[in-house]
């Protein structure tokens, strides 16, 4: 006991105050339970009525197709994989496309694609071929007009069918003169007049249906033009004026036709078909047929550019002034005003006039991929070639014998 008393005191010191007893805790009262109430009676089933039958629903309303004034861009289709020649490169849908989008993948298919540049390298040769084979570049513009003159009409027709056909393989994808998309003709139809024009006109392309276009180009046989009688159109001339309606076709066939188009149709298409957008696709082709072979197509549109500059002057000052004379008229379509094309475009023209192509960071990537593939095919023949010329040699050295290097001795001590 006196231990436990010395604890308790000691507990007291430290803590300043005794420990607490343990205290009971009464028990809580029972809960109580909330009695329901009672359910009252049921009462005795009702007699049910039938339902009356439902309406007839109506007719579901059919969906009506985009109206032709909507505009409905599309995407660039992806080149066709299959081997069949007889399909163009690319099916692009009749008026589905802005004419920055269409001007934009033109050029940088053409010079990105590889299907597209193996089909170039091959029309690139049947061209000059063909050109050369009905064309003397050299000779004077009076022997020109006698040889047009003495070429029967249907030799002319022919010679310009093919033209059409290589111009359209590689510069269009094939899209003019290919049937494609359930279709049972090509798109463009090329028309010969034996006659001339009632003005002096080269060649028109003429649409009959705006919504459903199937471009006729028409070449005058025989034109007022460069002299003030009525003479036979040169050959050459008949190619640039073919290649300059093609063009025309091109943009009439794929360029977006909507009001919301339309409205910037003078920094597209134009009032007569040679705004910016015709102007810089046309240069840009013009360029190229000339770089194929300098010697003999170095002139080729030399009527129309000058040295200076890469675009139809003649067709763009004819733009100019229409633009100019009906500026009323075209501010009360609400056509939005001409404007200075942006720098920034893939086909815009330097201060001198020359053409110049700046392609987006995706197209170089395509376009360093092809150079490096066209490299390696031209590895490739040289060291076949290499091989196929080692084997000659090889092959006449067994069968010559001693005789053979007796006079290769022989030769060489001569030289």
């Not at 570049?137 to 010679?159: M, Y």
């Not at 059409?164 to 393989?169: A, R, S």
């Not at 490739?380 to 014998?401: I, N, Q, V, Y």
Request: hydrophobic share 30%; aromatic share 6%; net charge positive.
């Amino acid at each position: 006991m006196a231990r436990l008393g010395r604890r308790k005191a000691a507990s007291k010191k430290r803590t300043g105050k005794a420990k607490r007893a343990p205290q009971r805790r009464e028990p809580r009262p029972p809960r109580k339970v909330k009695q329901k109430d009672p359910l009252p009676p049921k009462d005795p089933p009702k007699e049910t009525t039938p339902a009356p039958e439902p309406a007839p629903k109506p007719d579901p309303v059919p969906v009506s197709e985009p109206e032709p004034n909507a505009c409905n861009h599309k995407s660039f289709p992806k080149e066709s994989t299959s081997s069949n020649s007889e399909k163009p490169v690319f099916e692009l849908e009749i008026q589905s496309y802005s004419a920055s989008l269409l001007l934009r993948q033109t050029v940088e298919e053409y010079r990105c694609s590889a299907v597209v540049r193996d089909i170039h390298a091959e029309v690139k040769r049947r061209f000059v071929k063909l050109y050369t084979d009905y064309i003397d570049p050299t000779a004077p513009i009076d022997d020109q007009i006698l040889h047009a003159a003495r070429l029967p009409l249907h030799a002319k027709e022919k010679f310009l069918r093919e033209m059409m056909d290589l111009l359209d393989e590689s510069f269009f994808f094939g899209t003019m003169t290919k049937v494609y998309g359930g279709r049972e003709s090509p798109l463009v139809s090329l028309d010969l007049h034996p006659g001339s024009a009632s003005s002096p006109t080269l060649g028109k392309t003429a649409v009959w249906d705006a919504w459903h276009p199937s471009p006729e180009i028409t070449i005058y046989n025989k034109v007022q033009w460069p002299h003030s009688y009525t003479t036979s159109f040169v050959l050459a001339g008949m190619v640039e004026t073919l290649l300059h309606e093609m063009v025309h076709a091109y943009l009439m066939l794929f360029v977006c036709k909507s009001d919301k188009c339309e409205r910037n149709i003078l920094n597209t298409v134009g009032l007569t078909g040679h705004s910016h957008t015709w102007k810089a696709l046309h240069a840009v082709i013009v360029r190229e047929i000339r770089s194929w072979d300098p010697a003999v197509l170095g002139g080729f549109r030399a009527d129309q550019c000058i040295p200076e500059k890469e675009y139809c002057i003649t067709s763009c000052e004819q733009e100019e002034w229409a633009q100019m004379e009906q500026r009323d008229v075209s501010a009360a379509r609400g056509l939005r005003p001409s404007v200075k094309p942006a720098r920034t475009r893939v086909v815009r023209f330097s201060q001198t006039g020359r053409v110049v192509v700046k392609l987006g960071p995706r197209a170089k990537k395509r376009q360093a991929w092809l150079k490096s593939r066209e490299t390696r095919k031209r590895r490739m023949r040289r060291k076949a070639l290499e091989g196929k010329w080692r084997g000659g040699r090889e092959d006449e050295g067994g069968e010559g014998g001693e005789d053979e290097g007796e006079d290769e001795g022989e030769e060489e001590a001569e030289e």
